[in-house]
């Protein structure tokens, strides 16, 4: 195990936004690994993989809590569109006109479609589990669930901005919440341990209402057929229940250049199967031309 350290910054954007993110220093770099967490997470989602991988040898790296979340909480408009231009900015104020981007459920559409606007400062895409839209099953048809989520985001927003939210919010270490889920796997209570993560009452003892609202809202956009034509490599859960095999099989196959390693656990390949993981990604990065 390599002896891992990154340390905290600050991004202050035009709009006054803070967007907290987390810089390591290769002493000879490759590059730069960014690294984007899903919905209702943060740059802890990314903390165990970073402490045992190799990678942090010969690349630096990024993590961030995206605009909205942890310690980059902002009461305002969020979703993949300002995502993207403070992905952008952050690889601005660091100096790296290209990176690798890995990316986790949400976070994995959000590298695509940084991939699509952005596509000449992309080395490389590893889209752990995406979310396909279609696979969604809603007791409303899903433009009505867009519609009404939007719509309750933007007066919980209003009521945000007059004051009226909550003062304090519950850290989440997902470091530690993977202990106790993996506790749970090694039970044969995997339904318990899906809960852990997916339930909706507990996201919100971690994140404003109205962010986490607006982060169902993005789960609804479309993957975007058109992407840079970089290596990408995609990590598909096999035995998922909130997405599908098929279709992420059918977009990888759109890519241009996309491996495929598919791993038999649930949507968080991270918590149930991180040597696995690890070594995928690894092996693939190894390989990787810069």
């Known amino acids: 195990m390599t002896t891992f350290q990154d340390v905290k ?108 606007r952005h596509a000449a400062r992309v080395a490389g895409l590893i889209l752990i589990d995406p979310v396909q839209p279609q696979a969604l099953h809603w007791w409303l048809p899903q433009n009505a669930a867009r519609a009404a989520l939007k719509a309750a985001a933007t007066i919980l927003r209003w009521l945000g901005t007059a004051g009226l939210h909550r003062r304090e919010l519950t850290a ?41 609202l607006q982060d169902v809202v993005q789960v609804f956009q479309p993957l975007p057929l058109q992407v840079a034509k970089v290596p990408a490599l995609m990590l598909l859960s096999v035995g998922n229940r909130s997405s599908s095999v098929e279709l992420n099989r059918a977009y990888a196959a759109s890519l241009p250049h996309c491996d495929i390693v598919e791993i038999k656990c649930n949507h968080w390949i991270l918590t149930a199967a991180p040597g696995t993981a690890r070594a995928a990604i690894e092996a693939w990065v190894m390989k990787l031309k810069q």
Not at 26 to 35: D, H, K, T, Y
Not at 61 to 84: F, P, Q, Y
Not at 92 to 112: E, I, K, M, T
Request: with cysteine; proline share 1%; aromatic share 10%.
């Open 9 to 116: 910054h600050t991004l202050i954007r035009n709009d006054g936004a803070r967007i907290s993110y987390w810089q390591h220093q290769a002493p000879e770099s490759r590059g730069v690994l960014l690294f984007i967490h899903g919905v209702a997470s943060n740059h802890t989602r990314f903390s165990e993989f970073l402490q045992h991988t190799e990678l942090t040898r010969s690349w630096d790296t990024l993590r961030l809590d995206l605009r909205g979340h942890a310690a980059s909480v902002d009461r305002g408009v969020v979703g993949i569109d300002v995502w993207c231009a403070d992905l952008c900015a952050l690889l601005d104020v660091c100096g790296y006109a290209r990176a690798v981007l890995v990316g986790h459920s949400l976070g994995a559409n959000v590298a695509a479609h940084f991939a699509q």
């Open 172 to 212: 989440l270490d997902l470091e530690q919440l993977d202990l106790q889920a993996r506790a749970l796997l090694a039970q044969g209570r995997d339904a318990d341990m899906e809960r852990l993560y997916s339930s909706c009452w507990e996201d919100l003892k971690y994140f404003p209402t109205a962010t986490y």
